[in-house]
T-cell receptor
């Protein structure tokens, strides 16, 4: 089955700097790669996603890149703000079935 | 917009008893829904795929006799934790898809005492 690895587990950046979180997946059949932000005890909140027919997608300060050959995808947050501090999860899936990475705690220091 | 609703949001049960969690798609039909478990400070772990009108498909290591899944209608999937033990205490969350969008339920905190 699918296996998703996510790094780093924690990331501290200075306000205004960029943050990058990386994930790798194992199943070449996966074609959907969302990124979520989650508060404790709440449902995951989709922040950006990408499908396998696209290499990059951007939404304001957030971007995701996908390298299908290498089976990895990354989340890029530019001009980080304190409110970006959260737990971020990547996921890989086919259809609506998702396998999640272990998560990254992002801390933005002001 | 499409919503997935989960109930109860919190439940406490005694060790050895069973507890049922419901997941409903409110304005769309979901032939497939998914159940995840999340321990504190950990990731969401896919437990099983709930298939309307047929048996659920369980992920490796998930006991199908302990986590009973029923998907009797196109809008309702239920997860029953049987003979619950304290180690089953966790956050359980379901999801369903409409088109290319995945919707998560609110999640259910289960505490087994």
């Amino acid at each position: 089955g699918e296996n998703v690895e996510q790094h780093p587990s924690t990331l501290s950046v200075q306000e205004g700097d960029s943050a990058v979180i990386k994930c790798t997946y194992s199943d070449s059949a996966s074609n959907y790669f969302p990124w979520y932000k989650q508060e404790l005890g709440k449902r995951p909140q989709l922040i950006i996603d990408i499908r396998s027919n696209v290499g990059e997608k951007k939404d304001q300060r957030i971007a995701v890149t996908l390298n299908k050959t290498a089976k990895h995808f990354s989340l890029h947050i530019t001009e980080t703000q304190p409110e970006d501090s959260a737990v971020y999860f990547c996921a890989a899936g086919y259809g609506n079935k998702l396998v999640f990475g272990a998560g990254t705690i992002l801390r933005v220091k002001s | 917009g499409a919503v997935v609703s989960q109930h109860p949001s919190r439940v406490i049960c005694k060790s050895g008893t069973s507890v049922k969690i419901e997941c409903r798609s409110l304005d769309f039909q979901a032939t497939t829904m998914f159940w995840y478990r999340q321990f504190p400070k950990q990731s969401l772990m896919l437990m099983a795929t709930s298939n309307e009108g047929s048996k659920a498909t369980y992920e490796q290591g998930v006991e199908k006799d302990k986590f009973l899944i029923n998907h009797a209608s196109l809008t309702l999937s239920t997860l029953t934790v049987t003979s619950a033990h304290p180690e089953d205490s966790s956050f359980y969350i379901c999801s369903g898809g409409l088109g290319n969008t995945i919707y998560f339920g609110e999640g259910s905190w289960l505490t087994v005492v």
